[in-house]
């Protein structure tokens, strides 16, 4: 029965009082400041030290600034350090890595920061190799199975979702150019006929430098070893992109928005690499795809032969003479032999 004197139920009301008498007030306190913490912490957080973040806060602010303090919004710093750290926070991130979309132009730049000179010497100071101007390859970053009925054309050859990545990057480890909007079923030939790179090359009949298939002992199998020890600069720029950015071994998100983060990674990577930020620990990327981009042209064969026979082998040196000279301007810089001029600048497959 209802009591007269009370409005509701004596046993509503009674828990009412109960609930009043357990009530823990609801405390706010200030968001930790991340950039207080140690180097090494934020390093191993972040990736990126003090300075490494607070540049990037500095880049990002006018895109990411919360226009209000209402409701205790989150710094610049601390959303730059979420999408850097927590992938479960889905709007820091996204806010984040489409303002550094914007900086794509200026800090991937193909062939590189430095001139193409720089570039070549660069690579020639590995092997040996001349004329080099980049390394390329595809790489597949997994993706969980989109939904519709495009999610088949997701699946790779090794049988998982992915998204298909294309990437040359320089002997500094710096990304030059990347193709990121690729299903994972789409071949690495495909992709680089449909690049902008490809509409650099064109007017070139001869641009990619791949191995002999059946090297002879001797110049062609020291020139395959030249080039698989000069290529490799591409394997293990992967490596450390995939290192320092640990989502990138599997995105739980729709393909258009992993796009989006592999390139973001991709300038963040270079950042890091520029500011000379602490390298992680490098694994070796196995090759994605055993099939060449490029096929070879008949003419590809005598391009070999006049890299890898005229000049003496030695190691990792080029010893002077009549042949090597001949069609080429040689200087020696920093004690290292290179060549200046050359009417075809390589890719590396």
Same mark, same amino acid.
């Given at each position: 029965?209802?009591?007269?004197?009370?409005?509701?139920?004596?046993?509503?009301?009674?828990?009412?009082?109960?609930?009043?008498?357990?009530?823990?007030?609801?405390?706010?306190?200030?968001?930790?400041?991340?950039?207080?913490?140690?180097?090494?912490?934020?390093?191993?957080?972040?990736?990126?030290?003090?300075?490494?973040?607070?540049?990037?806060?500095?880049?990002?602010?006018?895109?990411?600034?919360?226009?209000?303090?209402?409701?205790?919004?989150?710094?610049?710093?601390?959303?730059?350090?979420?999408?850097?750290?927590?992938?479960?926070?889905?709007?820091?991130?996204?806010?984040?890595?489409?303002?550094?979309?914007?900086?794509?132009?200026?800090?991937?730049?193909?062939?590189?920061?430095?001139?193409?000179?720089?570039?070549?010497?660069?690579?020639?100071?590995?092997?040996?190799?001349?004329?080099?101007?980049? *390394?390329?390859?595809? !790489?597949?970053?997994? $993706?969980?199975?989109?939904? #519709?009925?495009?999610? &088949?054309? +997701?699946?790779?050859? @090794?049988?998982?979702?992915?998204?298909?990545?294309?990437?040359?990057?320089?002997?500094?480890?710096?990304?030059?150019?990347?193709?990121?909007?690729?299903?994972?079923?789409?071949?690495?030939?495909?992709?680089?006929?449909?690049?902008?790179?490809?509409?650099?090359?064109?007017?070139?009949?001869?641009?990619?430098?791949?191995?002999?298939?059946?090297?002879?002992?001797?110049?062609?199998?020291?020139?395959?070893? *030249?080039?698989?020890? !000069?290529?490799?600069? $591409?394997?293990?720029?992967? #490596?450390?992109?995939? &290192?320092? +950015?640990?989502?990138? @071994?599997?995105?739980?998100?729709?393909?258009?928005?992993?796009?989006?983060?592999?390139?973001?990674?991709?300038?963040?990577?270079?950042?890091?690499?520029?500011?000379?930020?602490?390298?992680?620990?490098?694994?070796?990327?196995?090759?994605?795809?055993?099939?060449?981009?490029?096929?070879?042209?008949?003419?590809?064969?005598?391009?070999?032969?006049?890299?890898?026979?005229?000049?003496?082998?030695?190691?990792?040196?080029?010893?002077?003479?009549?042949?090597?000279?001949?069609?080429?301007?040689?200087?020696?810089?920093?004690?290292?032999?290179?060549?200046?001029?050359?009417?075809?600048?390589?890719?590396?497959?």
């Amino acid at each position: 029965m209802s009591c007269p004197f009370l409005r509701q139920e004596p046993v509503a009301e009674g828990a009412r009082i109960i609930r009043r008498a357990f009530r823990i007030n609801r405390v706010l306190r200030d968001r930790q400041d991340p950039l207080a913490q140690h180097d090494n912490l934020l390093i191993e957080r972040y990736r990126f030290s003090r300075e490494g973040v607070i540049y990037i806060v500095n880049l990002l602010e006018p895109h990411v600034k919360c226009s209000t303090r209402r409701s205790r919004a989150l710094t610049t710093a601390q959303t730059v350090c979420i999408a850097l750290y927590k992938s479960a926070v889905c709007r820091a991130i996204r806010k984040v890595y489409l303002a550094l979309k914007q900086f794509l132009g200026s800090f991937v730049i193909f062939p590189s920061h430095l001139r193409p000179q720089a570039v070549k010497q660069n690579f020639f100071a590995i092997a040996a190799f001349p004329n080099v101007i980049g *390394a390329i390859d595809c !790489t597949h970053v997994p $993706i969980k199975a989109p939904p #519709g009925p495009n999610e &088949g054309d +997701f699946v790779n050859r @090794k049988g998982f979702h992915s998204v298909n990545v294309q990437m040359v990057c320089d002997s500094m480890f710096h990304i030059t150019n990347v193709e990121a909007k690729w299903p994972g079923s789409v071949h690495d030939s495909r992709i680089f006929r449909e690049s902008h790179l490809c509409t650099l090359f064109e007017r070139a009949q001869q641009y990619f430098m791949t191995p002999f298939p059946d090297p002879n002992p001797g110049p062609q199998t020291r020139f395959n070893t *030249a080039l698989a020890r !000069t290529r490799a600069r $591409i394997e293990m720029t992967f #490596g450390q992109l995939k &290192g320092r +950015f640990q989502c990138l @071994k599997g995105l739980r998100v729709a393909p258009d928005r992993a796009c989006d983060i592999i390139v973001a990674c991709a300038i963040l990577h270079n950042i890091a690499t520029i500011r000379k930020e602490r390298t992680p620990v490098v694994e070796v990327q196995p090759d994605d795809d055993l099939q060449p981009v490029h096929l070879d042209q008949p003419s590809g064969r005598a391009a070999r032969d006049r890299i890898g026979c005229p000049p003496q082998w030695v190691g990792s040196h080029l010893t002077q003479g009549p042949a090597l000279l001949q069609g080429y301007n040689v200087g020696v810089q920093d004690h290292h032999l290179f060549f200046s001029s050359q009417p075809f600048s390589w890719l590396l497959l």
